[in-house]
């Protein structure tokens, strides 16, 4: 420990203003504000490609015995090992501390697996193994890290090259009095999440705090979310006392229990009931290690899980159900935890339940404005509901409020792309760029902009950069499959979507468009099984169940249509779609033990009501359900109003039904 000197840690994304310290052109800053008084600068360079990364630990009346500290501090850290970054420079410009690291090429942790999903279960092993025997290092020179987050790991370009950590032993605490507060400024909550509870209420950082962070890394490259959520420490802490995390192997199939075991144990609350150290660890991983390389692979190029089947595991959905009573049992105790209100929105988003997690959003945001990420997923709700904007309303907000955040102004531009307002579309990307020019999702927003464009070709380039360096990226598949069927290449959009779902099963937008596309190509039998494993994973989601119901209508199975039809209509209100399907499903079923002519009429005459009568989907509804009661006279008329506004766009069985009704014969689904 440092003792006495004060210091805190600015650990940042983003350069806010100039380092008194002139630098070599290329250099990058990784900063924020510094006092007054300090003259000298330099450039920031936006394409961040220079030697080293400026690191700078801003100080409280620092006393020339600190300053000594520090430097017999900082001599620790000149330690040679391929995962331990090399110092340039260091030194103190009026008070302040500062250290150059070189930099090397890769991905930060947090990015790659944004990009690429979660690594595959022996990639999770390998990394731990690294990561273990460079703090095991660390702890030997009496350093602890303290901060460990998928913020400062870096996944080198090499796959030779081991990880790089960052920010070793940085993380300082003042002990006065046998009572300690933690000094460091932390902008990115994610950093919260990672760290053990004895550093969050500030009683210091050991040995045992970085075992516990490192358990919380393993945990969320398993399973995608951290052990412990929370936007600040006091939440996160609370989160701590309300219940033990999920074991990772409730979360995903295939996780071996001995690296459960492993990782629960990590995270244990107690410093001593831990591991007794980085070595232990790593010898542990190193045993996985083994036994997992001779196990099937989950994953070939180490991301895009594809998780092994187990009929003793849960599925997806009962998992999130189970974590939603869990966070309702909690709220009905704490009605205004904000934090489990965002939570409790991730859960019904996963569940896609999208117009539900919009409204707990709102709830979040109202017992704590302060929850940038309950703004982020209204935000990115409202894009996949097309309230495209009241999202835009939202993005513009927070892009006002950080405009240096190249993810808010992309949202924007989605946002215009779906108005159509596709001059301020680019307008938000360039802005975008100017941002953050190496942002991987500018590529795929503008190739979206430039398809609602009709500027195919172009569009294709840009998924081309995508998919060069990931061949398998769904969303930019997803896009290159919408751009092909526009050009009529139906079976080169097909092998897209085969090739994002095999990828990535998990996908949800991949899967359910590859089951549209294969009922526009009248193959709807294959798409049984993708719509029955949509369900499975989203069973209250009303895009899977409409998506169903066309379907199972195709493949003359009205039972299951109508099913899933009584199943969703219990929340609907009048004129929904979903209400569309029973009404017709119930007038026209051949079943007769499950017709029901006059609910039918009731139904079909609400949603005519609630939709001004202008509808024709609902005008063929009701002129269904007349003609189930024998009443074809109002059959007749409904349906010849119906064909007038189709006009044009009347398929030939539609104009069959008029014929039908015209001779007294109701119309029955076979």
């Not at 936007?231 to 295939?254: D, F, Q, V």
């Not at 209100?341 to 539900?356: E, P, Q």
């Not at 070709?457 to 919408?482: S, V």
């Not at 009501?609 to 609902?618: C, R, V």
């Amino acid at each position: 420990m440092i003792g006495a000197f004060r210091m805190a840690v600015i650990l940042s994304n983003l350069a806010q203003e100039p380092f008194p310290v002139v630098l070599p052109a290329g250099w990058m800053v990784n900063g924020s504000p510094f006092p007054d008084g300090l003259t000298q600068s330099w450039k920031v360079h936006s394409d961040r490609q220079g030697d080293g990364i400026l690191k700078h630990y801003k100080g409280w009346n620092l006393a020339p015995d600190e300053i000594g500290e520090f430097k017999d501090w900082f001599s620790k850290r000149r330690i040679h090992h391929p995962g331990w970054p090399n110092e340039l420079a260091t030194g103190i410009t009026k008070g302040v501390p500062w250290v150059i690291e070189q930099t090397r090429t890769g991905d930060f942790l947090g990015a790659r697996m944004a990009k690429l999903g979660r690594p595959a279960i022996n990639a999770t092993i390998q990394l731990g193994i690294q990561l273990s025997r460079i703090l095991e290092l660390a702890h030997q020179n009496q350093l602890a890290h303290g901060a460990l987050s998928p913020g400062n790991i870096l996944i080198q370009e090499s796959a030779s090259e081991p990880c790089l950590l960052l920010e070793i032993g940085v993380l300082p605490h003042v002990l006065q009095g046998g009572t300690g507060r933690l000094l460091a400024v932390v902008s990115d909550p994610l950093h919260f999440r990672f760290m053990a509870p004895e550093t969050l209420v500030g009683r210091g950082v050991t040995n045992f705090s970085d075992l516990f962070s490192l358990g919380s890394l393993l945990y969320w490259s398993l399973t995608g979310e951290a052990p412990y959520a929370g936007e600040t420490p006091e939440e996160i802490l609370a989160n701590h006392s309300l219940k033990a995390p999920r074991t990772p192997p409730e979360l995903r199939m295939g996780v071996p229990q001995g690296l459960s075991q492993l990782v629960m144990r990590m995270l244990s609350l107690q410093p001593g009931h831990r591991l007794k150290s980085m070595a232990e660890v790593a010898s542990t991983l190193e045993r996985l290690s083994k036994a997992e390389a001779q196990a099937p692979p989950d994953a070939g190029s180490g991301y895009e899980v594809n998780p092994q089947k187990s009929r003793s595991a849960p599925g997806p959905a009962e998992v999130l159900k189970a974590e939603m009573d869990a966070l309702d049992k909690h709220l009905f105790q704490h009605p205004g935890d904000g934090s489990c209100l965002f939570k409790k929105a991730v859960v019904l988003h996963k569940l896609g339940c999208l117009a539900k997690a919009v409204e707990v959003c709102k709830s979040a945001i109202s017992h704590n404005p302060r929850l940038g990420h309950a703004w982020q997923l209204e935000g990115q709700l409202l894009l996949e509901m097309d309230e495209s904007r009241k999202s835009l309303d939202i993005w513009n907000r927070l892009s006002a409020a950080i405009p240096t955040n190249a993810l808010f102004h992309l949202r924007r531009a989605k946002a215009h792309i779906q108005l159509h307002e596709l001059d301020m579309a680019t307008t938000a990307i360039a802005e975008a760029v100017k941002a953050d020019p190496n942002f991987p999702e500018i590529s795929l927003v503008l190739a979206e902009l430039l398809k609602v464009q009709k500027r195919f070709e172009p569009a294709l380039d840009e998924l081309e950069k995508i998919l060069k360096n990931q061949p398998n990226q769904p969303d930019a598949l997803c896009l290159r499959y919408e751009i092909k069927v526009r050009q009529k290449d139906q079976k080169g959009a097909l092998a897209d979507l085969c090739a994002a779902v095999k990828a990535n099963p998990d996908h949800i937008p991949s899967r359910s468009a590859k089951s549209r596309l294969l009922m526009v190509m009248k193959r709807a039998e294959e798409a049984t099984e993708d719509i029955d494993d949509l369900i499975k994973r989203q069973p209250d989601c009303l895009d899977h169940r409409l998506l169903r119901i066309q379907q199972r209508l195709k493949t003359g199975d009205p039972t299951t249509a109508l099913d899933d039809a009584e199943y969703m209509a219990k929340d609907a209100k009048p004129g929904d779609e979903i209400l569309r399907y029973k009404a017709w499903l119930l007038a026209t079923i051949s079943d007769g033990d499950l017709r029901d002519p006059k609910m039918a009429l009731e139904i079909a005459r609400e949603g005519c009501e609630a939709t001004g009568w202008a509808d024709p989907d609902w005008l063929e509804s009701v002129a269904a359900a007349y003609a189930a009661s024998n009443q074809f006279e109002g059959a007749i008329g409904w349906q010849t109003k119906a064909l007038q506004i189709f006009d044009d766009c009347a398929l030939p069985e539609q104009k069959a039904r008029l014929d039908q009704y015209k001779s007294h014969k109701p119309f029955r689904l076979r």
